[in-house]
């Protein structure tokens, strides 16, 4: 029996996951909550950008939603950089009434402990006892690319030394303004922060991954330490997020490596232009626009390069897409599991369960 689904926001990702829970039998999309007044009333298809009409009209009151569909299972696709203290509250909410969430966001619920303070931790593990419910953030980076890849790599190894999850992406095409100029800083004058690169912030966005994979792994980090280089543009020019002024950043790097008795034990190594020919001397994808890459130091040692394509869009698109298709399949895992705040090391690693086309899997 399909799983009964509300799904919130359509942005970026959510967009695509929306396009997901229509076509895929495996759900019933029964409700959708927009944050957009000019989005409210319209069909969900012609949100999802879909050549479908799904019979479900988007509202703008998460709570009116909650109560009139009463889900099994709520995706949460909101946008929670700057937002965070009104995400977690909307996650709550959701879970208190009875319904699992499986999101892409707030990123910290990735795996908050040691990152969230317990005060921020507690109401939302009280929501779950609340509603009998369960809540899984996840995507790709962070997510998969540094949480299920590493494991499945690495239970190859006799022995490892260094696990470094690199993202190597070209954003020109990326059209998130939010994201490029307000969080990461692009556009403005080396030197100019964004809320992304003030002293732990990284360490916060992608220590639950850091600390996550410790876990797995069996071990506990000492320290987490954060880094950064910014490049400014040549000359100015144009992306799909608006425009870039000669100086402003243009690329940067930046890590963040989970540390052991001295030794940057996990890295994650992220970087990201607006324009190919910037650093050359930085990291190189293996495809053009963008790639992940996993690189593991033991024996066997490994590089592996993950080269997301799709028939929808770039390697942007495909990027998304990924992300949006980890959360959305986790949904009858989530449903099934235990109520609480659930991480891959909770969940089978089987969630890719039911996403061939239905004539091969009767």
Do not use: M
């Given at each position: 029996m399909a799983i009964r689904v509300l799904h919130v926001a359509t942005g970026n990702v959510g967009r695509i996951a929306l396009s997901q829970l229509i076509e895929d039998p495996r759900f019933d999309l029964a409700g959708l909550v927009v944050s957009d007044p000019a989005k409210v009333g319209r069909d969900a298809g012609e949100l999802a950008g879909v050549d479908v009409v799904a019979g479900v009209a988007a509202t703008g009151d998460l709570g009116a939603?909650?109560?009139?569909?009463?889900?099994?299972?709520?995706v949460y696709c909101a946008l929670?950089?700057?937002?965070?203290?009104?995400?977690?509250?909307?996650?709550?909410?959701?879970?208190?009434?009875?319904s699992n969430v499986v999101a892409t966001s707030p990123v910290p619920l990735i795996y908050p402990w040691g990152v969230l303070p317990d005060r921020m931790i507690e109401p939302v593990e009280e929501a779950c006892r609340t509603g009998g419910t369960s809540v899984f953030v996840t995507g790709v980076d962070p997510g998969w690319v540094n949480d299920l890849l590493p494991f499945a790599i690495a239970s190859t190894c006799r022995r490892v030394e260094q696990v470094r999850c690199s993202e190597i992406a070209d954003y020109a095409t990326y059209d998130g303004g939010p994201v490029i100029f307000d969080f990461m800083g692009f556009g403005r004058p080396v030197g100019d922060l964004p809320k992304m690169f003030r002293p732990g912030m990284l360490a916060a966005s992608w220590g639950v991954s850091l600390r996550m994979m410790a876990r797995g792994f069996g071990f506990e980090l000492d320290d987490i330490t954060e880094r950064f280089e910014q490049e400014p543009a040549p000359e100015a020019f144009d992306v799909a997020a608006g425009h870039i002024p000669a100086g402003g950043v243009a690329a940067m790097r930046f890590q963040i490596a989970g540390v052991v008795g001295g030794t940057e034990a996990l890295v994650i190594d992220?970087?990201?232009?607006?324009?190919?020919?910037?650093?050359?001397?930085?990291?190189?994808?293996?495809?053009d626009g963008g790639s992940y890459r996993l690189e593991i130091v033991g024996e066997p040692s490994y590089r592996v390069d993950v080269c997301p394509t799709s028939v929808r869009g770039d390697h942007n698109h495909a990027a998304i897409a990924a992300g949006a298709g980890r959360v959305v399949n986790a949904i009858p895992d989530v449903v099934a599991a235990p109520p609480g705040l659930r991480t891959p090391l909770d969940l089978p690693f089987g969630t890719a369960r039911g996403v061939f086309a239905t004539t091969l899997t009767r």
């Open positions: 939603a909650l109560a009139a569909v009463r889900p099994e299972c709520t929670s950089e700057t937002r965070l203290s009104d995400a977690l509250g909307d996650v709550r909410k959701i879970l208190a009434s009875g992220h970087t990201t232009r607006l324009r190919g020919d910037l650093r050359p001397d930085w990291p190189q994808p293996a495809q």
